[in-house]
């Protein structure tokens, strides 16, 4: 049922980003937006949250709600920075979290490393076993188990995950273990394996259990300390945080699934792609989020991001649980450009970070990187140098590709640049290949959505190298993810294995498990204290051919259909992603997902850039030209985005500077301003 409806109160996104913390506030009564960039407190990120309220000048007494973006939980797990977690398992099961799968750090050669999250000597086991029919083998040795649970305790764990095998078929073993732990374990955070993730695979199952543990109470502290900061102030309602599927849950549960916190912010950031483009008529999206160490990249089909249940976010760390497919690659404003020994030219993944950065930043930075190529190219503005330090200028930058690059490969400054930029680029369009041709999907046919605060500046270049037609640039594409934290629905995904040849398999099941997952969404969002304007409810189910081991998610449109539909739909998608046909191979029925979202209210996104700050004609929007090196150098007029009219049409090559990022536009490059203030591009031929 959907009543139409927009988006009524005070509301603030918050995203917190390793290097600045962004904050949109929406108030639709008053008709106004704020906006505030601070850095972000690393050492306690509740104090930068704090920071970007009082930069904007806004009350949280006065908010209806706050909805909060964090890499509390991402870091953490990246930086391996976890609490001290125990494990118990089945007996002779231990080790199922360091064999993992047959894959190898090194595909080649005998070197690589890998550390799980939880070392051996806290990684217990105890006589049980279940089947995987989910008939009883051996009953749990109670005792056993509460000794268990209490030498993890005294050797000082601050977190507990209970594994079982085959927990997904019955969890009785892990429940009552659940409750035997309770009583002697002296907090709440315990992690069942099955409670999180119940589908088949041990490894991924553990591992994902491991994660949620290993990180929960780091999470529970930091929301707990933020809500006490903010209660203080006098904001008396819920805090919601977003999770990685692109959905958000209140901060008084958030911590009982914090593994579904991971990837939290580049997910709120493709929610906000997604509402743009579908406001836009544009709901076919490739995602380009450029920072200042990586780019983040993700599809989006009818307005709806792909989610995967299969990220791995490094080597051997699978988080089985709903995320948004999002795919990274270590290029960003601050990778380190360099020769190597074997006198090839090198962008990333290494980066000069924020400190001490660029050298452009002037904070001691020496090395070229991608932000010193497009400032030296007259890319991003050169004036900016006499704001950020008064100790660098153009012919330092000029200096350090000429010694540093020029002179290995035989280039002057200009050429080194202009060739790091180029590896850049293919770098970039080769991360978006990953979440498009490689899951058999054209390019061609989508528009390239660039935000972060570098997107624009390569968003044209990286779409003529992919043949992308257009690429939509949003009105404040640096403060892409906070806005990422209003516009996002609220959503909980579930998923059943069934794990059983697709022709023996029992269908009243499989719709019972789909009414089970609906009515369980359903009641869920009923508790969230948020308004919704829509209730969706999306089935798909993972199926593989028998002696497989890859899953391929098939969505299921029109419901729950029969088991002529289902062969049907696998074998198309099969076929669309591997261009094979293995029509003498008996498929199986994996798992059964439902998503139940509700979708929130309409936001006015017109409102992001001031209507006041318009001028009458383009002229006028124009603040100077300055020599632009497009092959070659060329006088190139600069235009500041809040200024340019209600509905502009800029021809490139053009410059198009505002508070968050700056915009190129190649030669013969179109770019048209629409009713929400975005610049939708389309390119011109593609040069010689």
């Known amino acids: 049922m959907t009543k139409q409806t927009d988006l009524t109160g005070s509301f603030a996104g918050i995203d917190v980003g390793g290097t600045f913390t962004d904050l949109v506030h929406y108030d639709s009564r008053a008709r106004a937006v704020r906006l505030a960039k601070v850095p972000t407190t690393l050492e306690n990120q509740a104090h930068g949250v704090l920071d970007a309220l009082d930069a904007a000048q806004v009350d949280a007494a006065a908010l209806d709600l706050i909805v909060h973006g964090t890499t509390t939980t991402t870091n953490a797990v990246l930086e391996r920075r976890l609490c001290k977690t125990g494990l118990v398992t089945t007996q002779g099961f231990r080790d199922v979290l360091e064999l993992g ?53 005294d050797a000082g764990c601050e977190s507990l995950v209970i594994h079982f095998l085959h927990a997904y078929a019955n969890p009785a073993h892990e429940l009552r273990a659940g409750q035997i732990a309770r009583e002697e374990w002296p907090n709440g955070d315990i992690t069942l394996g099955h409670a999180l993730l119940s589908e088949s695979r041990e490894f991924e199952r553990g591992v994902t259990a491991a994660v949620n543990a290993s990180v929960q109470p780091l999470l529970r502290r930091y929301v707990e300390r933020l809500a006490d900061r903010l209660s203080e102030r006098g904001y008396g309602r819920d805090l919601l945080v977003m999770n990685g599927n692109g959905g958000m849950v209140s901060a008084r549960i958030v911590a009982e699934e914090a593994a579904k916190t991971v990837m939290s912010g580049p997910a709120s950031g493709v929610m906000a792609a997604a509402y743009t483009g579908r406001r836009a008529g544009i709901p076919d999206l490739l995602t380009y989020d450029m920072g200042g160490t990586s780019t983040d990249v993700a599809m989006i089909r009818g307005a709806d991001p792909a989610v995967s249940h299969e990220i791995e976010i490094e080597y051997a760390m699978p988080i089985h649980v709903p995320m948004v497919d999002v795919r990274t690659v270590g290029a960003g404003g601050g990778s380190i450009a360099r020769v190597d020994a074997a006198g090839l030219l090198q962008v990333g993944p290494d980066s000069a970070g924020s400190t001490p950065g660029p050298i452009c930043y002037g904070k001691g930075g020496t090395e070229p990187t991608i932000s010193d190529a497009n400032m030296l190219l007259g890319r991003m503005n050169p004036g900016r140098l006499n704001t950020i330090s008064g100790e ?11 010694d540093r690059l020029g002179t290995p490969l035989g280039l002057d400054a200009t050429e080194a640049a202009a060739a790091v930029l180029r590896i850049a680029t293919a770098k970039m369009a080769d991360a978006v290949r990953m979440v498009s041709i490689s899951l058999g999907e054209d390019p061609r046919d989508f528009a390239l959505f660039a935000f972060g605060g570098a997107g624009p500046l390569h968003a044209c270049a990286i779409a003529r190298e ?41 269908m009243d099941e499989v719709h019972a498990a789909f009414a089970r997952q609906t009515e369980d969404g359903t009641a869920a969002i009923g508790r969230e204290r948020v308004e919704i304007a829509e209730l969706r409810v999306v089935h798909s189910v993972d199926m593989q051919f028998i002696g497989q081991t890859h899953l391929l998610r098939v969505p299921l449109p029109d419901g729950v259909p029969t088991k002529e539909d289902l062969r049907a739909r696998f074998e198309e998608a099969y076929f669309k992603r591997f261009q094979v046909s293995l029509p003498e191979i008996r498929p199986a029925l994996v798992n059964v997902n439902t998503s139940v979202i509700g979708r929130r209210p309409e936001v006015d996104l ?47 090559p053009a410059i198009v500077e505002q508070m968050d990022c700056t915009l190129v536009m190649e030669p013969g490059d179109v770019a048209v301003q629409d009713h929400d203030g975005n610049l939708i591009v389309t390119l011109g031929e593609a040069r010689a």
């Open 101 to 153: 799968r047959r894959t190898r750090p090194q595909a080649y050669g005998m070197k690589g490393q890998f550390r799980p999250l939880i070392p051996r000597d806290l990684r217990l086991e105890v006589p049980e076993r279940m089947l995987a029919d989910g008939s009883e083998y051996l009953p749990l040795n109670e005792d056993a188990l509460r000794a268990a649970v209490c030498a993890l305790r």
């Open 606 to 652: 017109s409102l992001l850039i001031d209507a006041s700050a318009r001028k009458a004609t383009l002229a006028e929007a124009q603040t100077g030209t300055r020599e632009v090196w497009f092959d070659g150098w060329t006088d190139t007029p600069v235009y500041w985005r809040d200024f340019l009219p209600a509905e502009a049409t800029v021809t490139g």
């Open 392 to 402: 660098v200028t153009l012919d330092t930058i000029r200096d350090a590709f000429a």
């Open 466 to 506: 992919l043949g992308v037609p257009r690429v939509l640039v949003p009105a404040r594409p640096g403060i892409t993810n906070a806005l990422g934290c209003i516009v996002a629905d609220l959503r909980h995904d579930f998923v059943q294995t069934i794990n059983t040849p697709l022709d023996t398999c029992d």
